[in-house]
């Protein structure tokens, strides 16, 4: 990405937190349900999650 601000940069740093919490929060709760069904579903927004920080760190010239 090309002519990002220091305000551009600052946001896409707190999404990129914000995905990575919510993986690492809902494989917490994918691993501590009982429910079989309940724990592939948090599993399945985990990896969406997963996807989106990838994707974002990505297009910011990080390397996966």
């Known amino acids: 990405m090309q002519n990002l601000t220091a305000k ?4 896409l740093s707190h999404v990129l937190t914000g ?9 917490i709760y994918a691993n501590t349900l009982t429910d079989v069904a309940l ?15 990838s ?7 990080g390397k996966q």
Request: proline fraction near 0%; hydrophobic fraction near 45%.
């Open 55 to 61: 994707a974002l760190y990505t297009l910011l010239g």
């Open 39 to 53: 724990a592939k579903e948090m599993e399945a927004i985990a990896s969406q999650h997963e996807q989106r920080f």
């Open 19 to 27: 995905e990575q919490m919510a993986c690492k929060k809902a494989r």
């Open 8 to 11: 551009d940069l600052d946001v």
